[in-house]
């Protein structure tokens, strides 16, 4: 048989203790989400947090009564008025498209299915200024449609049906995006039960499938909303920038900014960025209750 020697005491008092080591390796594993928190915090504050601030500080600047002054304009309200009116159409459209899309993909086996999904996530690929472009080709005065809608007297470009058009195909993949993984996710297994227990497609939708979707639409309602309202690009191409009559409030704003007028600029901007805090506090309250309610 192998003797074991002994250790030495003096070896055994070198040697860390087993809650010493562990105790090493927390502290180690610890750094990495420190520093990487710190990091994100840094990025934050210096790429939304202080630019945000700057708004509101800018905007108050010169008082609360110009504040007021500078949004209660006549130009600002008209502004106002139609950025509202556009989400107003487009939301309600995306969420009607939104829903019958998702069931459509998630729910039925068909052919073109992965076509609709292609052209579901075109806006996601597809510049908004392109968009806008390809609106002015089709219904424009010299485009493809033009002397018939002018020969009709109707008025899709440079008018309000132009921005409500580039607002709605800016923002129908919101809705539609935020319920296909839920609802594929959620299978067929209800609804198959629901046919067996011999409902009806609308009841199945009404009583099955909606419930179980609900926190994904209202979430996917809240960001439509928030791109409707905030939309540049597309619109800026569509509207021709006359005043009180096709700027939106991002237009607005740029306008204020271009002629130097900043503090009636950023009084209007506070608007749009207290929109997104408000976005995001709805955002908050949602996830919040979907995860209360899977919990």
Same mark, same amino acid.
């Given at each position: 048989?192998?003797?074991?020697?002994?250790?030495?005491?003096?070896?055994?008092?070198?040697?860390?203790?087993?809650?010493?080591?562990?105790?090493?390796?927390?502290?180690?594993?610890?750094?990495?989400?420190?520093?990487?928190?710190?990091?994100?915090?840094?990025?934050?504050?210096?790429?939304?947090?202080?630019?945000?601030?700057?708004?509101?500080?800018?905007?108050?600047?010169?008082?609360?009564?110009?504040?007021?002054?500078?949004?209660?304009?006549?130009?600002?309200?008209?502004?106002?008025?139609?950025?509202?009116?556009?989400?107003?159409?487009?939301?309600?459209?995306?969420?009607?498209?939104?829903?019958?899309?998702?069931?459509?993909?998630?729910?039925?086996?068909?052919?073109?299915?992965?076509?609709?999904?292609?052209?579901?996530?075109?806006?996601?690929?597809?510049?908004?200024?392109?968009?806008?472009?390809?609106?002015?080709?089709?219904?424009?005065?010299?485009?493809?449609?033009?002397?018939?809608?002018?020969?009709?007297?109707?008025?899709?470009?440079?008018?309000?049906?132009?921005?409500?058009?580039?607002?709605?195909?800016?923002?129908?993949?919101?809705?539609?995006?935020?319920?296909?993984?839920?609802? @594929?996710? @959620?299978?067929? @297994?209800?609804?198959?039960?629901?046919?067996?227990?011999?409902?009806?497609?609308?009841?199945?939708?009404?009583?099955?499938?909606?419930?179980?979707?609900?926190?994904?639409?209202?979430?996917?309602?809240?960001?439509?909303?928030?791109?409707?309202?905030?939309?540049?690009?597309?619109?800026?191409?569509?509207?021709?920038?006359?005043?009180?009559?096709?700027?939106?409030?991002?237009?607005?704003?740029?306008?204020?900014?271009?002629?130097?007028?900043?503090?009636?600029?950023?009084?209007?901007?506070?608007?749009?960025?207290?929109?997104?805090?408000?976005?995001?506090?709805?955002?908050?309250?949602?996830?919040?209750?979907?995860?209360?309610?899977?919990?």
């Amino acid at each position: 048989m192998t003797a074991v020697l002994p250790v030495p005491a003096a070896h055994h008092a070198s040697l860390p203790s087993v809650d010493q080591a562990t105790s090493y390796r927390k502290r180690r594993r610890n750094w990495a989400p420190f520093f990487l928190t710190c990091t994100a915090l840094v990025y934050l504050t210096v790429i939304l947090l202080v630019p945000l601030a700057a708004v509101f500080v800018e905007a108050l600047r010169r008082g609360v009564e110009f504040f007021f002054h500078s949004v209660a304009q006549p130009e600002a309200l008209a502004a106002i008025r139609l950025t509202l009116l556009a989400a107003v159409i487009a939301v309600p459209l995306n969420l009607g498209f939104g829903i019958a899309a998702a069931w459509a993909i998630a729910k039925f086996d068909f052919r073109g299915k992965a076509v609709l999904i292609t052209l579901i996530d075109l806006p996601f690929s597809v510049s908004p200024v392109i968009a806008g472009l390809v609106y002015v080709l089709v219904f424009g005065l010299q485009g493809w449609l033009g002397p018939w809608l002018s020969a009709h007297d109707i008025k899709i470009i440079f008018a309000v049906p132009g921005i409500v058009l580039a607002t709605v195909f800016v923002t129908f993949p919101f809705v539609a995006r935020e319920l296909i993984p839920l609802m @594929q996710a @959620q299978g067929r @297994q209800e609804e198959e039960a629901a046919v067996v227990l011999g409902a009806r497609g609308w009841q199945i939708f009404w009583r099955v499938t909606l419930p179980n979707v609900k926190w994904g639409l209202l979430y996917g309602v809240v960001l439509c909303n928030a791109r409707a309202m905030g939309e540049f690009g597309a619109v800026s191409v569509v509207s021709g920038h006359i005043r009180g009559l096709t700027n939106t409030l991002p237009l607005h704003v740029e306008i204020l900014y271009n002629e130097y007028n900043s503090a009636a600029a950023f009084a209007c901007a506070s608007l749009l960025a207290l929109l997104a805090l408000v976005t995001l506090a709805i955002k908050t309250v949602l996830e919040h209750g979907y995860l209360k309610e899977h919990s």
